[in-house]
């Protein structure tokens, strides 16, 4: 690589270490520096220096044949398309090129809609109109046998060396399976409502429930709501709203309701619903009754309703017209 590759290099490692420095100062456990035997990130900071496009292949500065890269025949259906930095990429199997764009906005079509989406662990997304999603992938039989055989086999060997890599490819696939499947549900969301009301789920604290632990890691709820809480449609509802027990209809609160339950029943008013679909209401509900309340902080990227005590009181003393 040539010299102004090397010294981005450098200077990737030295905002590493500062940013490292910074942590421990915070007070944050960052360990020792250790000897690192692969570097998979390489930044190419100046386009037609370091890099450019040639036809369908990607020349790197210091590399004498331009690379085929697939995928860049997408990049021609824009006329007017302006290129900058751009990432040499590997993931352990493969190289890829993370090439940032810039491109004129589209013009979309206002649906002026709302929708509310219920994260839970037996569904993976409940919408308020009663469409569900339930997405669940697991490790294939080749990764368990994989697994087995490198249990058996002696740290250090070369034939543990290419089990690792095969794991690695495997896992890679997954991994790509469920991106895959998560930006293809966030776009088609995001495309098709103006608002989108979700709940501030702790889904890490959900992986510690011996029981829901591994459906939450074989679903792709993590990546959807990242993706989903980037977006300026989107409006996060504090988690202490009690989306799953209050009744939007009569502004009861029906605290005897278990996890066990899939049906979300009043006992003051006898409405009757199912429960991720009372909850996903619940959440557009409360949307648009407290987001210009005080508490709502839309300075942040994310549009956040805080939940605060004086809600609950004021919901027990009045109903939804």
């Not at 409006?235 to 996890?259: A, Q």
Request: aromatic share 8%.
């Amino acid at each position: 690589i040539k010299s102004s590759v090397k010294q981005e290099l450098i200077s990737q490692i030295v905002n590493q270490i500062k940013g490292l420095s910074t942590l421990k100062k915070k007070g944050y456990k960052v360990g020792k520096l250790k000897f690192k035997s692969e570097f998979n990130s390489i930044r190419l900071k100046q386009y037609d220096v370091t890099h450019y496009l040639k036809g369908n292949k990607f020349k790197i500065q210091g590399i004498k044949t331009p690379i085929r890269v697939m995928g860049l025949h997408q990049l021609k259906q824009y006329s007017n398309i302006d290129y900058t930095t751009a990432n040499l990429l590997y993931d352990g199997i493969n190289y890829f090129i993370s090439l940032t764009c810039f491109i004129d906005k589209e013009v979309k079509i206002k649906h002026n809609n709302i929708v509310g989406i219920d994260m839970g662990v037996s569904t993976t997304l409940t919408l308020s109109n009663g469409e569900k999603y339930d997405i669940s992938i697991e490790e294939s039989e080749r990764i368990k046998k994989l697994q087995a055989k490198l249990a058996r086999q002696i740290k250090g060997s070369n034939n543990r060396y290419k089990t690792i890599k095969k794991l690695r490819k495997e896992y890679n696939h997954i991994n790509n399976k469920k991106n895959d499947i998560a930006n293809k549900l966030v776009h088609c969301l995001l495309d098709n409502y103006d608002t989108i009301v979700i709940q501030d789920e702790q889904i890490a604290e959900w992986k510690e429930d011996g029981l829901s632990g591994p459906k939450i890691q074989h679903s792709i709820l993590g990546r959807i709501k990242n993706k989903l809480v980037s977006s300026d449609k989107v409006v996060v509802l504090d988690k202490w709203f009690p989306t799953s027990k209050f009744c939007y209809n009569c502004g009861h609160k029906n605290d005897n309701l278990t996890l066990k339950d899939r049906e979300f029943v009043c006992p003051n008013c006898g409405n009757k619903k199912d429960r991720d679909i009372h909850a996903a209401n619940n959440m557009i509900y409360f949307y648009l009754k407290y987001y210009n309340a005080p508490g709502t902080d839309v300075s942040m990227p994310v549009k956040r309703v805080k939940f605060s005590k004086q809600i609950l009181k004021q919901e027990s003393t009045t109903s939804l017209v």
